[in-house]
Nanobody, 123 residues
Framework: QVHLVESGGGLVQAGGSLRLSCAAS????????MGWYRQEPGKQRELVAD???????NYADSAKGRFTISRDNAKNTVTLQMNSLEAEDTAVYYC?????????????????WGQGTQVTVSS
């Protein structure tokens, strides 16, 4: 079984910071990519940042320069450090782990999701 558990969300004033953590029940080497998504009520879930097993990072334009994603392979955790938070960052943040299965000719990707953690930024 694969379980992803997020923590670190909360209420913070604009300009403040939070650090979100995602703990996986299996080795994160099981996934070729892990990341953070966020979703506001009535809106689509969007990618915030991700990191591959090789350490390549990708950020949404809104996150560049403010957020940093990192991983700790020994602890099977992925962290999102969020600085200079803005009201627009308010959302439920979800941890994502993507597993690539099968041989090249028949491969498919499967996503695992955490339950989410609320981030609220007040002005």
């Amino acid at each position: 079984q694969v379980h992803l558990v997020e923590s670190g969300g909360g209420l913070v004033q604009a300009g403040g910071s939070l650090r979100l953590s995602c703990a996986a029940s299996v080795s994160i080497f099981s996934f070729y990519r892990m990341g953070w998504y966020r979703q506001e009520p009535g809106k689509q879930r969007e990618l915030v940042a991700d990191i591959t097993s090789g350490g390549t990072r990708n950020y949404a334009d809104s996150a560049k320069g403010r957020f940093t994603i990192s991983r700790d392979n020994a602890k099977n955790t992925v962290t999102l450090q969020m600085n200079s938070l803005e009201a627009e960052d308010t959302a439920v943040y979800y941890c994502n782990a993507r597993s690539r299965q099968g041989p090249v000719s028949l491969r498919y990707d499967y996503d695992y999701w955490g339950q989410g953690t609320q981030v609220t930024v007040s002005s």
